[in-house]
């Protein structure tokens, strides 16, 4: 009898869950006030030309540019010019080894690239619409085949990646500064003097160049960031006790605050959210 050999399927990426999806077209003035979340969003310019933000990042991004933006991090978009911008935004959960290379990541898509965009928003949203508990079959088979569309278009956009430069707008540099100083010390419970101080500008001009392009207050990102890594030190096992301590809480009840406000979760909860979902 012939041996037959069973080769295991690698799967390198899995779509989990669709969260919201969009095909909107946004005045001219338009400005989005920004958000952080924990799950995975991609935006893309359809028509039109917008400016966004990524962390310390500034893009210009125009028709066909195509940005990912990882969990935690904090992004905003708005229209660059004086006229209307048309944009295509889907936000999910995915998984993978080649998740990491979508990260800090901006795709120039070609012209059927930007159609297959299209179609998979839309068909994202239809997922989403559909109700799961009175129309099954439909939900099956229309997420199905998203998931199949997403993950072949994820993999395909990784073949010819176009990576762009941060725009060089004004005072653009200036903000990725503070930011990455901020990062830097991301263990320390800062003051707005001492971030100025820091990245050699009056505590007036921080403030003035970073209102240009995050619409939080300088300490309320700077927390931001020490949450962020507090989930980091989280995860590798390190007690809430220990986290506050090494990021410069004044205490682990005011961490508990501070934590929660930021996701939703206390320090506890996040952790069985994280066994849960292993």
């Known amino acids: 009898m012939y041996a037959f050999k069973f080769r295991p399927i690698v799967r390198v990426l899995q779509l989990r869950s669709l969260i919201t999806s969009f095909d909107v077209v946004r005045p001219k003035g338009y400005f989005f006030s920004g958000e952080m979340h924990n799950f995975w969003e991609a935006v893309c310019v359809a028509e039109g030309t917008a400016t966004a933000t990524a962390d310390g990042r500034v893009y ?45 990541g901006l795709f120039k898509l070609d012209r059927f690239k930007l159609y297959r965009f299209t179609a998979l928003c839309h068909h994202a949203e239809t997922v989403i619409r559909t109700n799961r508990e009175t129309d099954g079959q439909k939900y099956a088979l229309e997420s199905t085949r998203t998931a199949a569309e997403f993950e072949q278009f994820m993999l395909d956009v990784l073949k ?14 200036t903000y990725r500064e503070i930011v990455e100083f901020m990062e830097a010390h991301c263990h320390e ?44 030190l989280l995860q590798k096992g390190q007690t809430a006790a220990v986290v506050s301590d090494a990021l410069g809480f004044s205490d682990v009840s005011y961490f508990y605050v501070a934590f929660k406000r930021e996701t939703g979760l206390t320090p506890r909860g996040y952790i069985r959210n994280l066994q849960d979902s292993t």
């Open 60 to 104: 210009t991004l125009k028709s066909g540019d195509l940005l990912f933006h990882k969990p935690m991090e904090f992004h905003r978009i708005g229209a660059a010019e004086d006229k209307p911008v048309r944009l295509l935004i889907l936000s999910f959960e995915a998984d993978g080894e080649i998740m990491d290379r979508f990260q800090n």
């Open 160 to 173: 010819d990646r176009s990576q762009k430069t941060h725009e060089d707008a004004r005072y653009a540099d």
């Open 189 to 232: 419970n800062l003051s707005v003097s001492a971030i100025a101080k820091g990245c050699n500008l009056s505590a007036s001009n921080l403030k003035r160049v970073f209102k240009i392009f995050c619409d939080r207050g300088v300490i309320e990102y700077h927390n931001s960031l020490r949450i962020r890594k507090a989930m980091e």
